[in-house]
């Protein structure tokens, strides 16, 4: 069973479309985040969900929308996609609050391209 | 300048060697994680940290808060630990993680 797990893996689309990605861990815990690694490979935090709640926003254009309908799922929807959102998105959890005293536990990505 | 450092940014290695990779951060941090991701581009944790040392197989972690210092230590090395290996921070009050640019491991056999 894999612990968390992102859909789609794959997502190529065009300039000004709306998409979805979505999030499941199957831990138990309580934080889950997301974070956007672009092609410089550099990882950086975008959102944070604690048991549904939002606890980290990140600068992020609006265009980019969490919702986490039970602590199990944190799914992000882009509205209006632009080229610069091309990259990979990361799911993560962790049993802890703020992610400084708990492991954390990545799924395996998804790379958005956007034409 | 980052607020967190990584060296070196690629490192080649023989299989078998010993490898160091070295993190800096700027301010004092509450924990400290290393990260690794496989060409294939997933992302295990490998170690979280706040203090002293932790080992895990061939693979030891060091962390000295004193000196905003941490060292991720690979011994006998062997190509499956080719990947690139992250370290990120708590920073200080920030309440979220900052990662440094990563560290392109390639072992050759």
């Known amino acids: 069973d894999t612990a968390v797990s992102q859909t789609p893996k794959y997502l190529v689309t065009q300039m000004g479309n709306d998409k979805s990605i979505k999030c499941e861990q199957n831990?138990?815990?309580?934080?889950m985040y997301w974070y956007k690694q672009d092609s410089k490979k550099f990882l950086k935090i975008m959102f944070s969900?604690?048991?549904?709640?939002?606890?980290i926003n990140e600068t992020v254009p609006n265009r980019f929308s969490p919702k986490s309908p039970d602590k199990a799922h944190l799914n992000l929807h882009i509205n209006s996609l632009e080229l610069g959102d091309s990259a990979v998105y990361f799911c993560?959890?962790?049993?802890?609050?703020?992610?400084?005293?708990?492991?954390?536990?990545f799924g395996e990505g998804s790379r958005l391209t956007v034409l | 300048k980052n607020e967190v450092e990584q060296s070196p940014q690629n490192l080649t290695a023989q299989e078998g060697e010993f490898i160091t990779i070295n993190c800096s951060y700027s301010?004092?941090?509450?924990?400290l994680h290393w990260l690794q991701q496989h060409p294939g581009g997933g992302i295990v944790s490998l170690f979280m940290l706040s203090s002293g040392k932790k080992k895990h197989g061939r693979l030891i972690a060091t962390i000295n808060i004193q000196e905003k210092h941490s060292s991720l230590h690979i011994t006998a090395s062997h190509p499956r630990d080719s990947a690139v290996y992250i370290c990120a921070v708590k920073l200080g009050s920030n309440y979220k993680l900052t990662f440094g640019k990563g560290t392109l491991l390639t072992v050759n056999p």
């Open positions: 993560a959890s962790s049993q802890a609050r703020l992610a400084n005293t708990g492991e954390l536990f």
């Open positions: 831990l138990g815990h309580d934080t």
């Open positions: 969900y604690n048991n549904k709640e939002l606890i």
């Open positions: 301010v004092g941090i509450s924990a």
